[in-house]
């Protein structure tokens, strides 16, 4: 199904982040790809946050320098300003996909199929301005412990965020399933995550598990939920 494997394995990390720079490094390191989800109007060191939890400050990275930066991964949207679909109306909803979907493409000079609802939030509304966007694929926060495709793409489930306390039990039963049929492990999360909880070594030891397999394809969302890369411009 992926250059003749049956078994695939991406990553979605949502926000633009400085820590992004430590994450595309690890994943480079161990052969991984993965989809970054960018919201472009706000895309600037001058936009920070205070993370909840543990009080770290969350700075997004200035524009300048993450076509290199990004390379060999998809940029996908995550709404010009991440404003929660779900208290959007629908013209204001439009704006932060199509405003978004454009900025992104006329920076990365690649076509943007996908996209990552901001705090998790959709409805049939949202689904809708997504597919008349030429939206493709859009991540939920909803997970499900099923590696087979999923039809509905506009709501995709990812299997685990990376700090689900069950996945490494699920990279297990994910590498020790059969072949014959199509598989997706698919793993989100935000790289700030990694800073705020101080556990890189967690991340490692995912990608140490997963990498140098040859019976699994290891690419972007779009590679393996569409079975394409993305398109250039």
């Known amino acids: ?82 404003a929660n679909p779900v208290e959007c109306d629908e013209e204001t909803m439009y704006n932060e996909v199509m ?15 996908g996209y990552a609802y901001p705090y998790g939030g959709y409805n049939d509304m949202a689904v809708r301005v997504l597919s008349d966007c030429g939206i493709r694929y859009a991540r939920t ?14 709501r995709f489930k990812a299997n685990f965020h990376h700090n689900h306390a069950g996945i490494f039990e699920g990279i297990e039963r994910f590498l020790g ?4 049929e199509a598989s997706i492990l698919y793993i989100w999360g935000h790289s700030y995550e990694f800073d705020a909880n101080q556990n890189w070594e967690h991340m490692e030891e995912i990608l140490k598990r997963l990498a140098g397999r040859s019976e699994v394809f290891y690419g972007t969302n779009a590679e393996v939920l569409l079975g394409e890369d993305q398109i250039s411009r």
């Open 141 to 154: 926060v909803e997970s499900t412990s099923e590696f087979s495709p999923q039809k509905d793409l506009l």
């Open 99 to 113: 405003a978004d979907k454009r900025n992104l493409e006329a920076l990365f000079e690649k076509k943007v199929v």
């Open 177 to 180: 399933g059969g072949t014959e």
């Open 1 to 82: 199904m992926w250059n003749g494997k049956n078994k695939a394995v991406t990553f979605s990390y949502d926000d633009g982040v400085e820590q992004d720079r430590r994450l595309v490094e690890l994943f480079n390191k161990y052969g991984m790809k993965a989809t970054f989800n960018i919201n472009s109007g706000i895309q600037t060191g001058a936009n920070f946050f205070t993370e909840r939890d543990s009080g770290i400050l969350v700075r997004r990275m200035n524009q300048k320098g993450l076509k290199k930066l990004y390379e060999g991964h998809e940029i996908a949207s995550h709404g010009l300003t991440h």
